[in-house]
């Protein structure tokens, strides 16, 4: 079954606009990690950001926010007043001890978010 | 700093030819990965090795072996390359074998299997 969920397959906005990418994840586990990567287009992967299962605080990062919510196995990703450089696919991924740990990262099928001048 | 190094950089094949895919890197790291991306299938992880000596099977392991020549090394082999094997192969590396080690990424081998 799948674990990671991002539902929305491409996203299109222009630039300055405020624009949040959905992750859902699906685990039994009480004990996981959240993981969001980004892949511009020059293709390599960078690591934004590592949410714990026990740390619902919202992140906020200059102009990228993650909001955590477990009630709704939810880990959504907000760049506000986007520009031109963000766009990229982004990655929203998962590690579990039914996933194996540290065997690699569940990942979700990526957005492709692009932000149009 | 270099980070995960990854060679060939692009590779084109025949059905049946074999290659070995590189990756080095120099963070000290313990864990290493091969994944691979197609489109509209994210990334899904090939083989592992949790740390020096050790390899096991990720989601997709089938027609590729690995080995972790030492710390920094670990190399993917395409015995006979099939079509279905053309993709982007990516390295990666973590600090601990763990739930929290966040990977760090070599920029992808482009594959592809004529």
């Known amino acids: 079954a799948q674990k990671v969920t991002q539902a929305q397959t491409e996203i299109s906005v222009v630039e300055k606009e405020d624009v949040t990418l959905d992750c859902v994840y699906e685990t039994r586990d009480t004990t996981y990690y959240l993981f969001w990567y980004k892949q511009p287009p020059s293709g390599e992967l960078v690591f934004l950001i590592r949410r714990n299962s026990f740390d619902e605080q919202n992140e906020i990062s200059g102009r990228y926010s993650w909001n955590f919510q477990k009630s709704t196995s939810s880990f959504n990703f907000t760049i506000t007043a986007s520009q031109v450089v963000d766009s990229a696919v982004y990655f929203c991924?998962?590690?579990?001890?039914?996933?194996?740990?540290?065997?690699?990262?569940?990942f979700g099928k990526g957005t492709h978010l692009i932000i149009q001048p | 700093n270099a980070g995960v190094t990854q060679t060939p950089k692009f590779q084109v094949l025949k059905t049946g030819q074999s290659m070995t895919l590189q990756c080095a890197q120099d963070?000290?790291?313990?864990?290493m990965y091969w994944y691979r991306q197609d489109p509209g299938m994210g990334l899904r992880l090939i083989y592992y090795?949790?740390?020096?000596?050790?390899?096991d099977k990720g989601e997709v392991p089938n027609g590729y072996n690995v080995s972790r020549l030492n710390k920094r090394e670990f190399s993917l082999r395409l015995e006979s390359a099939a079509p279905s094997q053309t993709s982007v192969y990516f390295c990666?590396?973590?600090?601990?074998?763990?739930?929290?080690?966040?990977?760090?990424f070599g920029n992808g081998t482009r594959l592809t299997v004529t």
């Open positions: 990666a590396s973590s600090t601990l074998w763990g739930l929290d080690s966040p990977l760090h």
């Open positions: 991924a998962l590690s579990d001890y039914s996933g194996g740990g540290a065997d690699g990262l569940t």
């Open positions: 963070m000290n790291h313990n864990s």
């Open positions: 090795s949790a740390s020096e000596g050790t390899t």
